[in-house]
């Protein structure tokens, strides 16, 4: 099972980028892995953010390979325990998903047909994250999971 993460927009914080290629690396002992930069909304789209999801929400479904299982990371989602996370990700790898993909919105989130898209929407707490910090929430807890699926300790 392959794991890609698909971003809007390039991590501009020098510490979250470092800690999101650390967490990207310690995915890939476990599986093939990789981050996917889509384009972001042009800075002259900020005094319209309906138009920016739009032009952000075209780039992302364009993107996602039509197979893939779609994971879009949204606050209104559900809300599961680490362990829960292990075991739907068991589940996905044992039934033959081979495409596994980790969506989080740009600044101004995703539009409904990005959400449409998704097979699951995960919400990290009810609390409202950067999309810079909830690609990294993300992506340790999905080398938690992998960590704990292979049956490894969580290295520090
Ligand atoms: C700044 S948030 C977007 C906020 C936007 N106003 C909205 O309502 O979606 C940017 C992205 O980070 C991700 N995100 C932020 N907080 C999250 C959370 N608690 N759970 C899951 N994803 C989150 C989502 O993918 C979201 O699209």
Not at 8 to 28: M, N, Q
Not at 50 to 62: G, I, M, P, Q, V
């Amino acid at each position: 099972m392959r794991v890609t993460f698909f971003v809007v927009g390039k991590t501009k914080s020098a510490h979250w980028d470092a800690l999101a290629h650390d967490y990207g690396e310690r995915i890939r002992r476990f599986v093939p892995g990789s981050i996917q930069v889509v384009r972001e909304a042009e800075p002259a789209l900020a005094a319209n953010p309906e138009l920016a999801r739009a032009r952000e929400a075209k780039h992302l479904l364009a993107a996602l390979p039509a197979s893939a299982y779609v994971v879009l990371l949204d606050v209104a989602g559900e809300v599961v325990s680490s362990e829960a996370l292990a075991e739907k990700m068991r589940k996905w790898r044992d039934t033959g998903v081979r495409d596994l993909c980790f969506v989080t919105g740009g600044h101004w989130g995703v539009t409904e047909a990005v959400r449409q898209r998704a097979d699951w929407r995960w919400s990290l707490s009810k609390l409202t994250f950067t999309h810079e910090m909830a690609r990294v929430l993300a992506a340790e807890q999905v080398y938690r999971a992998l960590a704990r699926l292979a049956n490894v300790p969580y290295a520090k």
